[in-house]
């Protein structure tokens, strides 16, 4: 099934009209981005200061260290940076942060682990705008620190030789809301222009698209431009560790790529191993030269994220037994917290508690007297403004609105569930809340297969581009309980066509299931049948 240029349903164009994208160029140009209307990036604070000092030690084989933080945004940055300054001639040695050996940024034990490579220049990778004490020991060494970073900047200035952050408040570039993946591929191409050899930067969207779609980026401007280009790579992909991960996956060059495949799919399993333990392996498999290797690792990738899934589910059958119990009394707030639970999954796991009780969460996993926790919560809370109130009972935190991390010392819990569940009620006016996305109502003259192909070109859909739901009413054909758990929902529909649907976790719903019923969902390939088969992913059903 590929992407048409044009539209082909009714479907979709009234959905645009709704969204006021209406016909002609706005609409084109939506439709189908191109990357020759990114923001160029002649203005960005240090960018070329970095791009001389990189070029400088290519041309001396001077060592270089590529330090990233642990997740997709900092893996990908890394294996953009460090794959292409190789090309390009560099020495380079990777290094990734560790949720359980010093945690994010250049911690103590990082930087003892990038001194060992005795390096010339350091190049951090989605950290390092508050890592002030390590930079600075770094050049008080003798070695170049560039920082390459996308989070909040602290006051103090950073002793680094180049900052590369458009949140810098000297920085000029107007697009302020690339990942730390974008930013890195943007730098190589001023090392490539400094140094006059050849690259190829498109070779390195596919790894664009997953960072910035696991990052939860903004995917509107140059975000929008560079995913949907990265989705069209991995389509058909040309690097061996992701076209071995999506062969893995089962996902094929017959359906495009979507975001939601980044969200749901690769991202969890390139985070799995650093959820577990050290990060290494995923960086290893977006770095693999061969197919052979890269198949080797994807496996082992994979089971990974079995494990994962086992200890989350088993952390979150505890948690949700403390969060009923905490709900129960009528909350603000819920702060829950236990021995030995992962630090690496809490953040998973608060946020699927925050979805189900629709309140601001706090998981914390304690080992000894210290636990370390994650925070999350309802779409637009001020999660942050909620945990600074609380600073008083926690060793440290960081984070931004929509999600926060936390040390606490065991001895404190108590004081520090009353503080946040005051706090949260305190800014319980301050939520903002957005208007509803339009849905989708089927046009009776509309193919699903029609609906489907057009519903990529409003790929990437995810933050600031939600996918739409599509809404429809038919006649139960046939309804029944499937393994794990789940429906499988076939309706037919006025136009006489056949529906076919899945409801996670709604098995119990079938055996009731007769007549009209309304459902809506993401319309998405039915990659069982293949072809055109389309089949809806249920979110919400009324019989």
Same mark, same amino acid.
């Not at 930079?135 to 180049?162: N, R, T």
């Not at 496996?299 to 009923?324: K, N």
């Given at each position: 099934?590929?992407?048409?240029?044009?539209?082909?349903?009714?479907?979709?164009?009234?959905?645009?009209? &709704?969204?006021?994208?209406?016909?002609?160029?706005?609409?084109?140009?939506?439709?189908?981005?191109?990357?020759?209307?990114?923001?160029?990036?002649?203005?960005?604070?240090?960018?070329?200061?970095?791009?001389?000092?990189?070029?400088?030690?290519?041309?001396?084989?001077?060592?270089?260290?590529?330090?990233?933080?642990?997740?997709?945004?900092?893996?990908?940055?890394?294996?953009?940076?460090?794959?292409?300054?190789?090309?390009?001639?560099?020495?380079?040695?990777?290094?990734?942060?560790?949720?359980?050996?010093?945690?994010?940024? #250049? =911690?103590?034990?990082?930087?003892?682990?990038?001194?060992? =490579?005795?390096?010339?220049?350091?190049?951090?990778?989605?950290?390092?705008?508050?890592?002030?004490?390590?930079?600075?020991?770094?050049?008080?060494?003798?070695?170049?620190?560039?920082?390459?970073?996308?989070?909040?900047?602290?006051?103090?200035?950073?002793?680094?030789?180049?900052?590369?952050?458009?949140?810098?408040?000297?920085?000029?570039?107007?697009?302020?809301?690339?990942?730390?993946?974008?930013?890195?591929?943007?730098?190589?191409?001023?090392?490539?222009? &400094?140094?006059?050899?050849?690259? /190829?930067?498109?070779?390195?969207? /596919?790894?664009?698209?997953?960072?910035?779609?696991?990052?939860?980026?903004?995917?509107?401007? /140059?975000?929008?431009?560079?995913?949907?280009?990265?989705?069209?790579?991995?389509?058909?992909? &040309?690097?061996?560790?992701?076209?071995?991960?999506?062969?893995?996956?089962?996902?094929?060059?017959?359906?495009?790529?979507?975001? =939601?495949?980044?969200?749901?799919?690769?991202?969890?399993?390139?985070?799995?191993?650093?959820?577990?333990?050290?990060?290494?392996?995923?960086?290893?498999?977006?770095?693999?030269?061969?197919?052979?290797? @890269?198949?080797?690792?994807?496996?082992?990738?994979?089971?990974?994220?079995?494990?994962?899934?086992?200890?989350?589910?088993?952390?979150?059958?505890?948690?949700?037994?403390?969060?009923?119990?905490?709900?129960?009394?009528?909350?603000?707030?819920?702060?829950?917290?236990?021995?030995?639970?992962?630090?690496?999954?809490?953040?998973?796991?608060?946020?699927?508690?925050?979805?189900?009780?629709?309140?601001?969460?706090?998981?914390?996993?304690? &080992?000894?007297?210290?636990?370390?926790? !994650?925070?999350?919560?309802?779409?637009?809370?001020?999660?942050?403004?909620?945990? !600074?109130?609380?600073?008083?009972?926690?060793?440290?935190?960081?984070?931004?609105?929509?999600?926060?991390?936390?040390?606490?010392?065991?001895?404190?819990?108590?004081?520090?569930? #009353?503080?946040?569940?005051?706090?949260?009620?305190?800014?319980?006016?301050?939520?903002?809340?957005?208007?509803?996305?339009?849905?989708?109502?089927?046009?009776?003259?509309? =193919?699903?297969?029609?609906?489907?192909?057009?519903?990529?070109?409003?790929?990437?859909?995810?933050?600031?581009?939600?996918?739409?739901?599509?809404?429809?009413?038919?006649?139960?054909?046939?309804?029944?309980?499937?393994?794990?758990?789940?429906?499988?929902?076939?309706?037919?529909?006025?136009?006489? @066509?056949?529906?076919?649907?899945?409801?996670?976790?709604?098995?119990?719903?079938?055996?009731?299931?007769?007549?009209?019923?309304?459902?809506?969902?993401?319309?998405?390939?039915?990659?069982?049948?293949?072809?055109?088969?389309?089949?809806?992913?249920?979110?919400?059903? #009324?019989?």
């Amino acid at each position: 099934m590929q992407a048409p240029r044009g539209l082909r349903s009714r479907t979709i164009g009234a959905y645009l009209d &709704e969204r006021g994208i209406a016909p002609g160029p706005g609409r084109d140009a939506f439709l189908h981005p191109r990357l020759a209307s990114l923001t160029p990036p002649a203005g960005m604070a240090d960018r070329e200061l970095a791009a001389q000092r990189l070029a400088t030690a290519i041309r001396k084989d001077e060592p270089v260290v590529v330090f990233g933080d642990y997740d997709c945004d900092g893996m990908t940055a890394t294996a953009i940076l460090a794959g292409g300054l190789r090309r390009l001639g560099a020495h380079v040695t990777t290094c990734l942060a560790s949720r359980f050996d010093g945690g994010y940024g #250049v =911690s103590p034990q990082a930087l003892a682990r990038i001194e060992a =490579s005795a390096p010339g220049l350091v190049v951090t990778c989605d950290c390092g705008s508050s890592d002030h004490q390590a930079i600075g020991a770094l050049q008080g060494a003798g070695v170049d620190v560039i920082v390459v970073d996308h989070h909040l900047v602290p006051s103090e200035p950073l002793p680094a030789l180049a900052f590369l952050n458009p949140h810098r408040p000297d920085c000029p570039f107007p697009f302020k809301w690339l990942a730390s993946c974008g930013l890195v591929m943007s730098l190589l191409g001023q090392v490539r222009a &400094e140094l006059g050899r050849p690259l /190829d930067l498109r070779d390195y969207l /596919d790894l664009v698209a997953i960072g910035t779609v696991a990052d939860v980026a903004p995917l509107e401007g /140059d975000n929008r431009t560079l995913v949907r280009a990265g989705l069209e790579r991995l389509a058909k992909p &040309e690097r061996p560790g992701l076209r071995a991960l999506l062969e893995l996956l089962g996902v094929t060059g017959e359906f495009p790529v979507t975001a =939601s495949d980044i969200a749901f799919r690769i991202a969890p399993r390139l985070n799995a191993p650093g959820r577990l333990g050290a990060p290494d392996l995923a960086l290893d498999l977006l770095l693999a030269e061969s197919l052979t290797d @890269a198949r080797i690792l994807a496996e082992r990738l994979d089971q990974a994220s079995s494990q994962r899934r086992a200890v989350q589910l088993e952390i979150e059958e505890q948690a949700r037994a403390l969060a009923s119990a905490e709900a129960a009394d009528g909350c603000a707030a819920l702060v829950l917290g236990q021995a030995d639970w992962n630090h690496g999954i809490v953040g998973i796991v608060a946020g699927r508690m925050a979805d189900e009780f629709g309140l601001p969460t706090m998981v914390i996993g304690f &080992e000894g007297d210290v636990g370390r926790g !994650s925070v999350r919560g309802p779409a637009g809370f001020p999660l942050y403004d909620a945990v !600074s109130a609380c600073a008083e009972h926690l060793v440290r935190f960081g984070g931004h609105q929509a999600a926060a991390g936390v040390t606490v010392e065991r001895r404190a819990l108590a004081e520090l569930r #009353v503080a946040f569940d005051a706090a949260c009620r305190a800014q319980r006016d301050r939520v903002e809340t957005k208007a509803a996305a339009p849905g989708l109502t089927l046009h009776p003259d509309d =193919s699903l297969a029609d609906v489907l192909a057009d519903l990529w070109l409003l790929e990437p859909c995810g933050a600031q581009n939600p996918l739409p739901a599509l809404e429809v009413e038919g006649t139960v054909r046939e309804a029944r309980s499937v393994r794990g758990g789940h429906l499988k929902l076939s309706l037919s529909l006025p136009s006489g @066509a056949t529906l076919q649907a899945f409801g996670p976790n709604l098995g119990q719903r079938g055996a009731d299931l007769r007549g009209q019923v309304r459902v809506s969902g993401e319309l998405r390939p039915d990659r069982h049948r293949g072809g055109d088969a389309v089949e809806l992913l249920i979110r919400n059903l #009324v019989s």
